[in-house]
């Protein structure tokens, strides 16, 4: 992660020139001040927090011609304070939640009246499946903060840059995609029928990976499923639903899976049946040797035995 703060607007501009964008800062007090705080999840993919004292900054035009990489955009959610985004013609009013999209090849012209925080995406146009008239189009134009869509690529973004330094490398390259994705999705919200159940069919995939990834946390419930992905308990049973199952037995029947795969496997016959229960977020043997048989029809024990009984050489 890449964290500077800087109380000059010529080290500001130097900054951003390296990291960011080349852009003119224009201070509006004396004790002018900017933090970036920057993770690269993949080449010319970052996602940047950004605190701000009151100031404008400016793509001229003629630091716009002169861009190395003029195919870059740069998505934002605005977090706090009030500001403006100027592209094309159109004038963006900025308040917390709301999120706006720029793109480098263009001037712009963005002012802060006040201290603001926000959260940026920088990528290449072409990780977003829109075409490039649609994309000049939505510049400038602010995303509904209350949109399902625009909810969940914030929401989104915002634990993927508290999260991004306990990521692999390929994982940082599928987080940023998925974000680009949700935010593709964003942009479509509204402007095609269907649009909100293609939002909740993207969340059950979500939650359902999310359930994957932690099957060993004996705390994971539906309360958790609804936090970590910005949607309400009932929306969380509503879209379980759509696989006719609730959301506890979806995440009893992938614990269930998951011990049944260990236990078919001579890689852990070493491991008691008690430690393959804690493995999959069993607290209780009982409790897991219950639900086992409800499953399967046989025991967790005679799932072992039987795969030995049937391997060659086997009693």
């Not at 100027?86 to 090849?105: W, Y």
């Not at 940023?176 to 942009?187: C, F, P, Q, T």
């Not at 890689?267 to 607290?283: K, M, W």
Request: proline letters at 4%; glycine letters at 6%; charged letters at 25%.
């Amino acid at each position: 992660m890449y964290v500077s703060e800087f109380s000059s607007v010529e080290e500001a501009q130097e900054a951003a020139a390296e990291t960011y964008v080349p852009v003119a800062i224009r201070e509006s007090r004396s004790s002018f001040r900017v933090r970036f705080a920057l993770h690269e999840l993949e080449d010319a993919v970052t996602t940047t927090h950004v605190r701000s004292s009151p100031a404008r900054t400016i793509r001229t035009p003629r630091l716009a011609a002169h861009t190395g990489r003029d195919d870059l955009l740069i998505f934002c959610v605005h977090l706090s304070g009030t500001g403006r985004l100027r592209q094309h013609n159109r004038l963006a009013e900025l308040s917390r939640g709301t999120g706006v999209l720029s793109e480098v090849r263009s001037p712009w012209e963005l002012d802060f009246p006040v201290d603001t925080q926000s959260l940026t995406l920088q990528f290449p146009r072409g990780l977003l499946s829109l075409g490039r008239a649609r994309v000049s189009d939505h510049c400038a134009r602010t995303l509904d903060p209350k949109s399902p869509a625009m909810r969940l690529a914030a929401g989104y973004l915002g634990q993927l840059h508290g999260l991004v330094d306990e990521l692999t490398g390929e994982q940082r390259i599928e987080a940023g995609r998925v974000a680009i994705n949700l935010l593709s999705m964003a942009m479509r919200d509204g402007a095609q029928d269907g649009s909100h159940a293609a939002v909740g069919e993207v969340v059950l995939r979500m939650m359902q990976r999310y359930v994957q990834d932690h099957l060993a946390d004996p705390q994971l419930s539906v309360t958790e499923l609804a936090l970590r992905h910005h949607i309400s308990v009932r929306q969380v049973h509503a879209l379980f639903a759509r696989a006719d199952l609730t959301p506890g037995a979806y995440i009893r029947q992938r614990r269930l899976a998951a011990a049944h795969e260990m236990l078919a496997s001579a890689r852990y016959d070493t491991s008691a049946v008690a430690d393959i229960a804690a493995a999959v977020g069993f607290a209780e043997l009982r409790t897991f040797e219950r639900a086992f048989r409800r499953q399967y029809g046989t025991t967790p024990s005679n799932q072992r035995r039987e795969r030995r009984a049937g391997e060659p050489g086997g009693a």
